[in-house]
Each structure stands twice: as structure tokens, then as C-alpha cells.
């Protein structure tokens, strides 16, 4: 039973567009949102969280949206670059320092 | 010291053999917290240690199972290896400043 559910199994973007990453979650006793970037032989990096008292989370290129009535989260990347190339993970725990429960991730293309 | 080290990366097991693999915390981290990661899916929590004991597992059977010791390190030990626990395993550190990802270890069972 998938608590996390990435739907997209792959994404391509031009380069300097906008990159929506999206994610529904089943378990309504999540309430800390964790999106990781994966890239070959490396671990998951940690890129963005949101907490379930906020519905949206910036830093720089990338913001989070929670729409916690519709248990589901987007990641933004604005504007798209070749670095971005990557598998994105969207994550969730039932507290901050909780088990984290992933999703299936996204394969993003940026294209130049 | 930071970040999170694994060892080996790589390795290759017979079927029914056992293997025991090893991970280094973070520095300030007293938590570790395994995940397997099958060719084409997402992280699966195996369990996770904090302060040497077991401190949450998932839905893994007992032929897997870990250690921490006092300075956090910690080791993911599975018997009796099957096919299907070829994967990526991932160590993960973390603290109040969140999680800490290893670069994991390969491992495939032939």
C-alpha cells in the first residue's frame, strides 16, 4: 500500500520553464513533507520540507505546495536547468524526526 | 567528521549467504534509519536505531537486521540472502537538523 503515490514516472522540461513535480499522500497522520533530488550512485540530498501548518515553502528556485484537504503536494522549479536532470523523490513522516515513507520518485529531463 | 559514509559500495552475494553492511553517522546524529531501494522504486524503511535500540521497523521480514553502536555507527546484517534482496541500501543519519543520506551500497544476490 503506497502512502506516498508519485504518479509521473517521468518528466521532461525546457530548459528555463517551469518544472511541477506532483504528489499525493493516503496517510493524514503525515505532517512533515520532505522533497529529495537523487542523481546515479549518489544518496537522496535533501532539497525542500514543508511543515502541515504552511501551505507553501520557497528558497530560491524551488517552492512547495501543500494542499493538505486534497493530501496533495507539488514542487516547483523555476526556471528549469540542466542541472535539475534528476530523479526527485517526494517524502513524508509523521513528525519532524519520524520515519520518512517515500514515493516512487520522478525522473526529470531538463531539455536543452 | 561529517556526512554519512557507507561501506562497501558494491558487493556481490551467492543466494543463502549472509552479508553485513556498514554505515558511519553524521556527526551530532543519533539516529540511523536503513532503506532498501529496488531497481525502479522509491526508499523502503527497513528500521531505524536511535541510541542502540530498535526504534521503528518496517515490513521486513527478521532475516534483516541491524545494530548501532555507541559512537552511532550502525550495521544492516540480512541471512539467508534471496534474489530479491538485490537493491541499493541506504543508511541514513539524523538529528535535529533532519536526515543525512550514505551514497548506499550495491548489492547483488546471483
Known amino acids: 500500500d503506497q502512502q506516498v503515490k508519485q504518479n509521473s514516472p517521468s518528466l521532461s522540461v525546457q530548459e528555463g520553464r517551469i518544472s511541477i513535480l506532483n504528489c499525493d499522500y493516503t496517510?493524514?497522520?503525515?505532517?512533515?513533507f520532505l522533497w529529495y533530488k537523487k542523481y546515479p550512485a549518489e544518496g537522496p540530498t535533501f532539497l525542500i520540507s514543508?511543515?502541515?501548518?504552511?501551505d507553501k515553502n520557497e528558497d530560491g528556485r524551488f517552492t512547495v505546495f501543500l494542499n493538505k484537504s486534497a493530501k496533495h503536494l507539488s514542487l516547483h522549479i523555476v526556471p528549469s536547468q540542466p542541472g535539475d536532470s534528476a530523479v526527485y523523490f517526494c517524502?513524508?513522516?509523521?513528525?519532524?524526526?519520524?520515519?520518512?515513507?517515500f514515493g516512487k520518485g520522478t525522473r526529470l529531463h531538463i531539455l536543452p | 567528521e561529517t556526512g554519512v559514509t557507507q561501506s562497501p559500495t558494491h558487493l556481490i552475494k551467492t543466494r543463502g549467504q549472509q552479508v553485513t553492511l556498514r554505515c558511519s553517522s553524521q556527526?551530532?546524529?543519533?539516529?540511523v534509519s536503513w532503506y532498501q531501494q529496488a531497481l525502479g522504486q522509491g526508499p523502503q524503511f527497513i528500521f531505524q536505531?536511535?541510541?542502540?535500540?530498535?526504534?521503528g521497523r518496517g515490513n521486513f521480514p527478521p532475516r534483516f537486521s541491524g545494530l548501532q553502536f555507541p559512537n552511532y555507527s550502525s550495521e544492516l546484517n540480512v541471512n539467508a540472502l534471496e534474489l530479491d534482496d538485490s537493491a541499493l541500501y541506504l543508511c541514513?543519519?539524523?538529528?535535529?537538523?533532519?536526515?543525512?543520506f550514505g551514497s548506499g551500497t550495491r548489492l547483488t544476490v546471483v
Open positions: 541514513a543519519s539524523s538529528g535535529t537538523d533532519g536526515y543525512t
Open positions: 496517510n493524514s497522520m503525515f505532517d512533515y
Open positions: 514543508i511543515s502541515s501548518i504552511k
Open positions: 517524502a513524508a513522516s509523521a513528525q519532524r524526526d519520524d520515519k520518512i515513507i
Open positions: 556527526s551530532g546524529h543519533n539516529t
Open positions: 536505531y536511535y541510541r542502540e535500540e530498535e526504534n
